[in-house]
């Protein structure tokens, strides 16, 4: 990570992005004209700013591009964040944006008959196998995850699991796939994160970013 390298902010793509304008707007942020075409296979944009670039990666993989210090900044949600659970990573941020929940869902059909404080094993395909093993191994519970990377909701129709640990926004994926919320495991928004290394030999630059989406964050 050499002194006069180009800062490189990763950001997610999807659905966050249209939340993400406005901050990176009011932070002073214009990235080059590709970034908003959806056409674009590029992947990497100048901005306003010489000495910053964009990235555009998958929301999983902005965490691992800034702990491993190929990326200096990221905007990640704390539950990227909380599954990798990465000691390079430092999140001072709060965006105030992507607000969801993590939690457990499961049919319809099941619900009336059972006890969410009376499981003592429970197996659920989820993306966070990571935050739901040990969110359950706090409570006594032993949780066995089948890794899926989307479409989390088709697994208990077609009896891969009972349940699912899934992001909820609003509601409507589930309520489609005739599940029920039935466990809360955390709220999720994203925050801006920060590679230690980076901040430590730039801390002029790194710290002046971290102030602009600090403002940003507020201001939106
Ligand atoms: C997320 C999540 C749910 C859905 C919840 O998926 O995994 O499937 O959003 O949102 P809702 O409560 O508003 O319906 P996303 O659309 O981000 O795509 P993914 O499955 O590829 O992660």
Redesign the pocket.
Known sequence: MSANETLVLALPK??ILDELEPVLAKADIQPEAAFHDSRSRQLRFATNHPGLDIIRVR?FDVATFVAFGAAHLGVAGNDVIMEFDYPELYAPVDLDIGH?RLAVAEPKALVKDDDPSRWSHIRVAT?YPGITRRHFAARGVQAECIKL?????LAPKLGLCRRIV???????????NDLVEVDHIADISSRLIVNRAAFKTRPREVGDWIERFREAGDAV
Do not use: F
């Open positions: 999807g659905r929301s969801c993306k990377n989307g479409a989390m909701e899934d992001l909820v926004s609003s509601g409507k994926t589930l309520a489609a």
